[in-house]
């Protein structure tokens, strides 16, 4: 599944947009403002008919079928639980959407899978972000034809933003697709830390077919570069990491009650 944005905009709130995502793959873009975040997650989802270009799913101009098969996860006001609801609470609402059983019996088989039973009587609103982020994207993915998730503007909520970017890589390496949408601190953070993981590789590791620098000490590697020249001239507005898929699509396990 591939779902495409090309010269996407819906101005005032949204400038024209371009970007690509699809199954095994985590999408990074950029988006600033209080509007311009949700604005994007509801065209990019197919959920908002936008006022020049077009959007895509598999090379189609279906709304119907990309709302069916992308889920929107915490946009602002549009899809992001009541602060005050517990985890519970949450889950429960997640699953009856889902047409799972959503007794207290399945919420708490649910959330001990995920990990979370000890925020089961909190406030979504209080929970830490990375929780908060895994519990959305989690009961997302139950519903019935869902392929692929939008994840709207999980900086809002504080923390590590590599935190909640693994958790997008996780879920994209069994083989959703998934796109998040946050802001220029983050994206930096992110691109930062994937730049640690390339320095710290090992170096035939990274570039096969290449010597390690030391292994000829007469050459003078001090004009290498150790960035690619895109990343010099400043952030991109997509990160993109295809990932490989490492397991097969399971759901939460859940009791009849």
């Not at 873009?29 to 799913?57: D, H, I, K, N, W």
């Not at 098969?69 to 639980?81: C, E, F, K, M, Q």
């Not at 001990?112 to 609103?125: K, P």
Request: proline fraction near 9%; charge should be negative.
């Amino acid at each position: 599944m591939r779902i495409v944005l090309n010269g996407v905009s819906k101005r005032p709130a949204l400038d024209a947009v371009t970007l690509a995502y699809g199954t095994g793959q985590a999408v990074l873009a950029r988006a600033e403002t209080e509007q311009r975040p949700t604005v994007l997650g509801l065209l990019a989802s197919g959920r908002m008919r936008p006022g020049t270009g077009t959007v895509t799913l598999d090379g189609q101009a279906d709304a119907a079928a990309l709302r069916r098969s992308i889920a929107l996860v915490d946009a602002p006001a549009v899809s992001d639980p009541a602060p005050n609801f517990t985890v519970a609470g949450v889950a429960a609402e997640e699953l009856m959407f889902a047409g799972m059983p959503s007794g207290p019996r399945a919420v708490s088989r649910v959330l001990a899978s995920l990990g979370l039973s000890e925020h089961a009587r909190d406030a979504i609103g209080q929970v830490p972000p990375t929780a908060r982020v895994r519990l959305l994207v989690e009961l997302a993915l139950l519903r019935e034809g869902v392929r692929g998730v939008v994840i709207t503007s999980p900086d809002r909520h504080g923390g590590d933003p590599n935190a909640w970017w693994e958790i997008a890589l996780d879920v994209a390496s069994r083989g959703y697709a998934v796109l998040v949408i946050a802001g220029d601190a983050s994206a930096a953070a992110i691109a930062a830390s994937s730049l640690v993981e390339r320095l710290e590789a090992p170096w035939a590791g990274a570039v096969p077919g290449d010597a390690d620098p030391d292994d000829d000490p007469a050459r003078d590697d001090s004009d290498t570069p150790l960035l690619d020249e895109g990343v010099l001239s400043g952030l991109p507005d997509v990160i993109t990491r295809p990932v490989p898929l490492g397991r097969p699509l399971t759901a939460p396990e859940s009791s009849d009650e």
